[in-house]
């Protein structure tokens, strides 16, 4: 790679979760949603063994809300989910250690749920086929403290070293990080999640207003593109800044609701601008870490 980074002090630690149970809310509560439109809708959420969604796919279309492509693994414990969500980045590698899979090999490609609640992870589809809830997880986390030492604005977030290597990051003439990405996301589209923390969870793009996202190319996007934020900044919390970049992927489905759509796991971002998104086909992480 020809951008310099601090990576062979980086930390790889063992973390794990548990194949989580998709969850609604308790009856006699209603467990139907709104829609945009003011439709209740009941559809499968987050969480779970997702058979036939995966990276690669298209992000929209789904009969579902905020679909996980793949598996989704949390811990009960809060601190030790905090542990397992914070430290986990998108690229590392984990594996089954209990179950019918036991053995198998996966790769860690987002973080999502409504509040940072859980890892979602690539196996192959036999792979899945002999998993089952509850089945633990090891994740060889490594990322968290990862820097760019010529590149002091750029913050990275939830990026393994090795995607960093996929991406093939250069320098502009000008001196900013140029990320190759399919698309840019301008600020108003950017919903759910703003105000919360950068480190973990997902921020959505809205798609409520179909034309507009259609007007900003993003209409075809795949789960794992490698989109820019435009105008927005996650150094702590997501929000609006003019000339803040930020780099995520799309890391699960579109939503029927209002604010929400696909769910966006942040890599890095810069308050300053010191990112220089390069539009071109074919950013997604299926081919750069080849899952």
Known sequence: MSVK??????????????????????????????????????????????????????????????????????????????GLNILSCVGNTAMVMTGNAKGAKGT??????????????????????????????VIRAKGVGLQFPDHPSVKLKSCSPELLDALELTTTSDGKLAVPVVGVVPPHLLGAGAGLASEGGSIHIQTADP????????????????????EYDSSWGHGYLRGA???????????????????LTLLMTSATGGIAPQVSDNVNIKELIRL
């Not at 973080?111 to 509850?134: C, L, P």
């Not at 507009?212 to 490698?226: E, H, N, Q, S, Y």
């Open 245 to 263: 970049v930020g780099i995520g992927v799309v890391a699960q489905g579109d939503s029927p609701r209002a604010g929400y759509g696909p769910g």
């Open 211 to 230: 034309a507009a996202v259609a007007a900003a190319g993003l209409d075809k996007l795949r789960l794992g593109d490698v989109v820019a934020l435009g």
């Open 5 to 82: 980074t601090n990576a062979d002090k980086v930390i790889s630690i063992s973390v794990m979760g548990e194949v989580s149970a998709p969850s609604m809310p308790g009856l006699p509560a209603s467990p139907y949603a709104l829609s945009s439109e003011g439709v209740p809708f009941l559809l499968p959420a987050w969480g779970s063994i997702v058979y036939n969604v995966s990276v690669g796919d298209s992000a929209y279309g789904w009969l579902a809300d905020c679909i996980h492509p793949g598996v989704s693994v949390n811990v009960k414990d809060a601190m030790g989910n905090n």
């Open 108 to 137: 860690v490609t987002g973080k999502s749920g409504r509040f940072s609640e859980q890892v979602i992870i690539h196996f192959d589809q036999a792979t899945r086929e002999n998993m089952a809830i509850g089945d633990k997880i």
